[in-house]
Nanobody, 126 residues
Framework: QALLVESGGGLVQPGESLRLSCATTGIFGSRAMGWFRQAPGKEREFVATINWNGGATQSADFVKGRFTISRDNVENSVYLQMNNLEPEDTAVYYC????????????????????WGQGTQVTVSS
């Protein structure tokens, strides 16, 4: 059974950094992984994705080079390094695993993902 557990969220001030982690069991190595976020009153939105072997990544435009997604296929984990955080980044961040295996194209739609974690809260406030 697939299990995804996020960690690393918290309260930070604008301009600070956080590193989110997502530990997985049951699935990982053959699937693209993604990070999404959902702010209060808003729909869940794509943040970043990395393909199954880490050879390709894609990020949302609002990331503006501030966030970096990476994965460790030995530790079965995916990470999101977030730098220069802004109040607009406040949201619950979710990691997700693709419903497909060994795909090379970036997967940016929530419907591309079949497995989701419970989320970790990120709050950026002064």
């Amino acid at each position: 059974q697939a299990l995804l557990v996020e960690s690393g969220g918290g309260l930070v001030q604008p301009g600070e950094s956080l590193r989110l982690s997502c530990a997985t069991t049951g699935i990982f190595g053959s699937r693209a992984m993604g990070w999404f976020r959902q702010a209060p009153g808003k729909e869940r939105e794509f943040v970043a994705t990395i393909n199954w072997n880490g050879g390709a990544t894609q990020s949302a435009d609002f990331v503006k080079g501030r966030f970096t997604i990476s994965r460790d296929n030995v530790e079965n984990s995916v990470y999101l390094q977030m730098n220069n955080l802004e109040p607009e980044d406040t949201a619950v961040y979710y990691c997700a695993a693709s419903r497909y295996q060994y795909t090379s194209e970036p997967e940016t739609a929530p419907n591309d993902y079949a497995y989701w974690g419970q989320g970790t809260q990120v709050t950026v406030s002064s």
